[in-house]
């Protein structure tokens, strides 16, 4: 790996883990647990839009692992590995399904998509089937915050990516 690869991958991971520092920081938008904007997803948006599948998730495994380490339990470590993991594979799909275009609908399909991998992971650990009492908040809550990381990646692509090259 070059270093200007490694250095590239260790600005993202460190962006994206204050990120998502900064909003675990802050309180709930809404009182239902699970649902929260989602700010780290962003950098992963703007991997996947302006480099690769491997970048994207070589930040995304980075972050996931040092916020666990950092701020997390370790069964929010399996959470966010679903919901990490299934919302990367979706918005590389869709990203390459739609050419690299519409980055909020990208945005919206990983935040629902990121939502169910951790709803999945807390009715296979729970095994209680009332949790799907929340589907509907969750789906609404991914479109949602899915569409406002689209854009923030649109605009923070557009300013960061040319600074970087």
Do not use: W
């Amino acid at each position: 790996m070059s270093v200007k690869k490694l250095t590239l991958l260790a600005l993202f991971t460190t962006i994206s883990l204050a990120v998502y520092a900064i909003e675990s920081a802050v309180p709930p938008l809404v009182p239902i647990p699970g649902i929260k904007l989602g700010l780290a997803n962003i950098i992963t948006l703007i991997l996947l839009k302006h480099y690769s599948l491997s970048h994207a998730l070589s930040v995304l495994l980075a972050r996931i692992l040092l916020s666990t380490l950092l701020f997390g339990q370790a069964l929010s470590l399996v959470y966010s590995l679903a919901g990490g993991l299934l919302s990367l594979l979706v918005m590389f799909f869709i990203m390459k399904l739609l050419h690299g275009r519409f980055t909020c609908l990208t945005g919206a399909t990983g935040g629902i998509a990121h939502n169910m991998g951790q709803l999945a992971v807390a009715l296979a650990i729970t095994a209680t089937p009332g949790i799907l009492g929340f589907l509907p908040y969750f789906l609404l809550g991914g479109i949602l915050t899915g569409l406002f990381t689209g854009l923030c990646a649109d605009a923070a692509g557009r300013y960061l990516i040319p600074h970087l090259h």
